[in-house]
């Protein structure tokens, strides 16, 4: 079972508009949710993250918005580009001594010229 | 930014035979892992390793893994003997302190295919 789940599975946008990926988790122990975006044949980067402390997370054009209550976070990426074409991983963890990222199955974003 | 670098970056290798995939992270960090992602879906975590010891480990983790970073060089893993479902790109990641902000930094991977 999924703990950490995205949607949708892919998207496609015009360049310009406005990306919205969603994000849920079950374990009401994570406390930490990076999103991290892969090239193809490139690593994953940290591209922002927020934690429980946290509604909204904003970095230029990416902002995290959390919905504690329903466990729901959603990356909004404004005037979307071409070079944002990635994968883009929800990622959670929770206080420990190891840290470990959960990721889900990622959102497949293509944004069209 | 800090790098994680992975050799080789890709491997062939026969099904039953040994492989070390080696993994040198960024150089202040303590906390490192390894993760397997199949076929560009999502990343699994296999391990992670501090102090010289592992301290967690996924049931992906099978016996025929172990890793090591014998005095702080490359941190290894070691599959014996490797199996088709093997097959993946794992990657390695670090961290400088795992308990606090997650921020995992991951290398560009390495492939391997089982035959």
């Known amino acids: 079972q999924q703990q950490v789940r995205q949607s949708p599975q892919s998207l496609t946008v015009w360049e310009g508009e406005t990306t919205i990926l969603n994000c849920s988790y079950e374990d009401s122990t994570f406390d930490y949710f990076p999103w991290y975006r892969q090239f193809p044949g490139k690593s994953p980067a940290l591209l922002i993250a927020?934690?429980?402390?946290?509604n909204k997370k904003e970095d230029g054009r990416f902002t995290i918005f959390f919905n504690k209550r329903e466990k729901k976070l959603s990356l909004h990426i404004t005037d979307s580009q071409p070079g944002d074409s990635a994968t883009y991983f929800c990622?959670?963890?929770?206080?420990?001594?190891?840290?470990?990222?959960?990721f889900g199955l990622g959102t497949t974003l293509q944004v069209q010229p | 930014g800090p790098k994680v670098l992975q050799i080789p970056s890709h491997q062939i290798i026969d099904m039953g035979q040994m492989v070390t995939l080696n993994c040198d992270p960024v150089?202040?960090?303590?906390?490192f892992y390894w993760y397997k992602q199949i076929l560009g879906q999502q990343m699994e975590f296999l391990v992670n390793?501090?102090?010289?010891?592992?301290?967690?480990k996924s049931k992906l983790f099978k016996d025929q893994f172990s890793v090591e970073r014998p005095d702080g060089s490359y941190f290894t893993l070691k599959i014996q003997p490797t199996a088709l479902e093997d097959s993946a790109v794992y990657f390695c990641a670090s961290s400088f302190s795992g308990a606090n902000t997650g921020q995992l930094y991951f290398g560009e991977g390495s492939k391997l295919t089982v035959l």
């Open positions: 927020i934690s429980l402390v946290s």
């Open positions: 390793f501090y102090n010289g010891k592992v301290m967690e």
């Open positions: 150089s202040n960090h303590l906390y």
């Open positions: 990622a959670a963890s929770k206080a420990g001594n190891t840290r470990k990222l959960i």
